[in-house]
């Protein structure tokens, strides 16, 4: 009875895989209430797959689900690291084992007819009763599995399916992705009658020749079925035959164009969306209708973090609405195919996708590949059958633009029998496969997280294939960086066709006030946190990384030179038409003059100069911002400075006398008053709160900088002048048990209401390592939590992730400076401040203004608090406001899997100044 589960990932009782259709049959929906129990093994429990069992004493469990969301088990999260022994294609006996029983009715006219059985997603595989008769077993938890159920039903009467889901099989070798293992049944369960007649299975081609504009349409269907496209003046003619048509518009991700069209027998009729696109590599490029394809793309995981694996069809829709608000175009099915319907909208709001098959062994790299699946002729079965289901039930649609033949699964013999499968079904669109860098069975050649050298390297060789990023800018905490270094290498070589950003979505699973990640369930064994890799939160609110890559790939780029602005068109497919250009004119962050021009309609690729508004700016810092909007959304923003802000002078004039320095109050070399604003500091700090770019990868800064003591630094005052007319305190820095150091000298000067200081550092010693930041700290009362300040922004930037900071004058709260990463860490930071000002209600507080900048961090945690933190609960604020001053941060990068910052973006130890001017501001 069990042999099923180590049958080398084989399903039983399958019909042939077809497309995924939208047909007028009759179904029956079978979601909804079903009666479980969970069982500690996969042989526990008795035959309850009779029809007559009496299930009373059971639980009730919505369909679709994951068990261990409703209190069943636990979570569990590992990337690579399998779960269990290797040791295939056993499976442990503890095998949680899920029993699912669903009464349901069939209409007493469905006699006669063939009826089959459903299953969109099951976890890891099913063993399937109808009636007490056993109709098969799946194998792939991400595929689509029907069975012939007409000899079991009872049309007229009760029915009773039955299905015993098993967490672990011999299926579970083959998906060792990188996400949460929750089994079971999560995608829908449906029974569907097929008509004789009817149709089982339909193709549609519908190509586009952009030399000619015309479109090519065949549809694959049963003879003597009718096609009809009333659009396209086609009514009731004749499948399986090409018919052309004249000026057709065609489908990209920026027009997509969809044609309604039916195909019908006698008794059914199928309504498709037709896409008129062709897919080609021509001349070591991947083209879309003639032209080079650019992945701005996304890996979109299947996630809630309520729900698990099950996402609701509004919340999909609003997805995918978000990330075309941030301008991806192109989404990678990591690492399976996802839930049909996603295609559907993905047709409809236009994205390329990759369709990945559920195919995944990275655990077996840790053996050194030894009996991985993809060189064993004891899984070929499997793994076509798993190929050949991807890519039978996503055909019809536009949107995917390549089949991929899984992930990380190494190489081996296995690949070439899924690849003929793969194309024998549909010769027409390319194949990927990272693994695969010979590029012996795809068309593409694909790496992963490759540095910018790397990628540059590539792109500069004379012949190859196209090139794609399947992986990079690994989206884990703050970051990533690196983002406009990526672009500006995809636009710079044809070859580098962009790629797909790591990862959607953090899959944080919700746990009261705070979510939760790896190991928080007491998982022996575990990845910790780098499931949260994601560009939005588990809520799917974005991160500060999503408005980074919404600003880097805007397809209207607004660039800076010294001539003014210039407007680029960087769509693929469309003209400018219709993009209007929104300009302000502000004066020390305050609006001056405003108005509003039409762009010029420049085709794909072609860029013009924009005429500089002649607006009288006075002597401040003046800004030209321009915005370009289409249809009311933002695609682009660009700004140029008019005018440079006159050096703000210095306060001087007052004699240090009883430790005073005009407003400000002095001991024992620290500040600690300042017109009556009681604060401690400002004093040299080096440290920050690790970010995960800082903590993992081959060689962790984190590390480094804790070697070095860089987070336990030691102050000693060397000296304090009062002699002359500033107040001078030299300080040397250091960490315990080296003699490497930092020497601090402040210089601070005054008039009657304010205060300026002058820091100048000198690094001693061996600096070999970078520094995590340059600046000095301060802490003022909790009160003071309004924010306004005039510099970048309006959200958080650092040195290497700063596109979608514009400057201008912006208001906040402490609160709201925060950026609340599942795993707490540093975060922000407002970047090129000029001026800032805390205030408590009353307007009463503390302006800083820069000389001429620094970067600003206000929050209601030390620096302390936040690196001991793990999950944002772990914050508690306190009675004081923390600020930091920086002269600068070191960058983000992407090394939590990729390459570090750019040497441009490091913060190395050298010698640097920051002058702030500091004012205490009355109601």
């Known amino acids: 009875m069990s042999d099923y589960l180590t049958d080398f990932g084989r399903p039983k009782g399958t019909v042939p895989p077809r497309a995924a259709l939208h047909s007028d049959a009759p179904s029956i929906d079978l979601s909804g209430a079903w009666r479980f129990r969970l069982n500690p093994t996969a042989t526990a429990g008795d035959d309850f797959w009779a029809a007559g069992y009496d299930d009373a004493g059971w639980d009730t469990l919505p369909v679709p689900s994951s068990w261990p969301m409703h209190g069943y088990g636990q979570p569990a999260y590992t990337n690579i690291t399998y779960p269990f022994p290797i040791d295939p294609p056993h499976v442990p006996t503890e095998n949680p084992t899920g029993d699912h029983r669903r009464v349901f009715d069939v209409p007493a006219d469905w006699a006669g007819q063939r009826v089959l059985l459903r299953f969109e997603g099951v976890d890891s595989c099913g063993r399937v009763f109808v009636n007490g008769a056993e109709v098969g077993v799946t194998q792939g938890s991400r595929l689509t599995h029907e069975f012939d159920v007409t000899a079991h039903l009872r049309p007229g009467a009760a029915n009773v399916l039955a299905v015993r889901v098993h967490q672990w099989s011999a299926g579970s070798y083959l998906e060792d992705q990188d996400m949460w293992w929750l089994p079971g049944i999560f995608r829908a369960v449906t029974l569907r009658v097929r008509p004789a007649g009817g149709l089982d299975d339909v193709f549609a081609h519908a190509a586009f020749d952009h030399a000619t504009g015309q479109g090519t349409l065949r549809v694959d269907a049963p003879a003597g079925a009718l096609l009809s496209v009333p659009e396209l003046g086609l009514r009731d003619v004749a499948v399986n035959t090409d018919h052309v048509l ?96 996603l295609l559907d909208l993905c047709d409809e709001l236009g994205f390329w996708v990759i369709v990945e098959n559920d195919y995944e062994t990275h655990g077996f790299e840790q053996n050194g590949w030894r009996d991985n699946p993809t060189d064993d002729p004891r899984w070929t079965d499997a793994l076509v059958d798993r190929m050949r289901r991807t890519v039978e039930r996503d055909k019809n649609h536009p949107c995917v633009v390549m089949w991929s033949l899984g992930n990380e699964a190494g190489v081996g013999q296995n690949l070439g029998p899924m690849a003929e499968a793969a194309r024998a079904i549909d010769p027409d669109r390319p194949l990927h496969y990272e693994g695969d860098w010979s590029s012996t069975h795809t068309d593409v050649y694909s790496r992963m997280y ?138 020390d962050g305050d609006t001056v003059a405003s108005g509003q021009v039409e762009a010029p309609a420049l085709g794909p690729g072609e860029s013009h100069p924009v005429a500089l508004p002649h607006v009288t700016h006075g002597f401040g810092e003046a800004w030209l911002t321009v915005t370009a909007r289409l249809a009311g959304a933002t695609v682009g923003a660009g700004q140029v400075r008019l005018h440079e802000a006159a050096p703000r002078p210095r306060r001087s004039g007052r004699r240090f006398a009883r430790n005073a320095l005009g407003p400000a109050q002095f001991r024992d070399g620290d500040l600690v008053a300042l017109g009556g604003l009681a604060l401690r500091g400002p004093r040299l700090d080096l440290w920050r709160a690790p970010i995960d770019n800082d903590i993992f990868g081959p ?56 205060v300026t200081l002058a820091l100048h550092v000198e690094p001693t010693g061996d600096w070999a390592v970078p520094l995590p930041r340059a600046g000095v700290a301060l802490a003022v009362p909790g009160r003071l939590g309004a924010v306004e300040w005039f510099g970048g922004g309006p959200g958080e930037a650092y040195v290497d992730s700063s596109a979608a900071a514009l400057v201008g004058r912006y208001r906040s709260t402490v609160d709201g400076l925060q950026t609340p990463y599942v795993r707490p860490q540093e975060n922000g930071n407002r970047t090129r401040v000029r001026q800032a000002r ?24 030390s620096t302390a608090a936040l690196t001991a933190a793990t999950h944002t609960n772990d914050l508690v604020p306190g009675p ?44």
């Open 246 to 341: 004249e000026a057709v518009a065609p489908w990209t991700p920026e027009t997509p164009t969809l044609y309604a069209a039916s195909v019908s027998t006698e008794t059914e009729t199928v309504s498709l969306r037709l896409g008129f696109r062709t897919v080609a590599v021509v001349d070591g490029l991947l083209t879309g209708n003639g032209r080079r394809i650019f992945f701005r793309g996304v890996n979109r995981h299947e996630f809630h973090p309520d729900l698990g694996r099950v996402v609701p069809p509004d919340v999909v829709r609003a997805e995918l609405q978000l990330m075309k608000a941030h301008h991806v175009n192109a989404i990678r099915t990591s690492h399976y195919p996802p839930d049909a319907a």
């Open 450 to 587: 490759p540095p910018p050298d790397e990628v540059a390297e590539i792109g500069a060789a004379e012949t190859g294939l196209p090139f794609v990023l399947c992986e990079y800018a690994h989206a884990m905490g703050n970051g990533p960086g690196l983002l406009t270094t990526y672009r500006e290498l995809f636009e710079t070589y044809p070859r580098c066709q962009g790629g797909f950003i790591w990862e959607w979505i953090d899959h944080g699973i919700r746990r009261g006030d705070h979510f939760a990640y790896g190991g928080d369930f007491g998982e022996p064994v575990h990845d910790g946190n780098f499931v949260i890799d994601g560009l939005v939160f588990p809520d799917r609110t974005p991160s500060p990384g999503l408005t980074e890559l919404g600003a880097v790939f805007a397809p209207v780029r607004l660039d800076a030179d010294a001539g003014g602005l210039t407007v680029r068109n960087g769509y693929d497919h469309r003209d400018l038409t219709g993009v209007t250009l929104e300009w302000t004119v502000s004066v």
């Open 699 to 754: 060689d962790p800064v984190a590390d480094r900088w804790r070697a070095a003591g860089l987070h336990r630094l030691t102050h000693r005052v060397v000296d304090v002048d009062a002699s002359a007319d500033a107040y001078v305190v030299t300080s040397r820095v250091a960490p315990a048990g080296t003699d490497r150091a930092l020497l601090a000298t402040y210089t601070w000067t005054a008039d009657d209401d304010a």
């Open 838 to 861: 805390l205030t408590d209600p009353t307007g009463a507080g503390l302006e800083i203004l820069g000389h001429p900048t620094f970067e600003l961090t206000a929050r209601r945690w």
């Open 880 to 923: 004081d406001v923390h600020v930091h001053l920086d002269y600068g941060h070191h960058g983000l990068g992407t090394a939590a899997c990729g390459p570090p910052p750019a040497p441009e973006a490091w913060l190395r130890a050298e010698p640097f100044d920051l002058v702030v001017t500091l004012r205490a501001v009355k109601p």
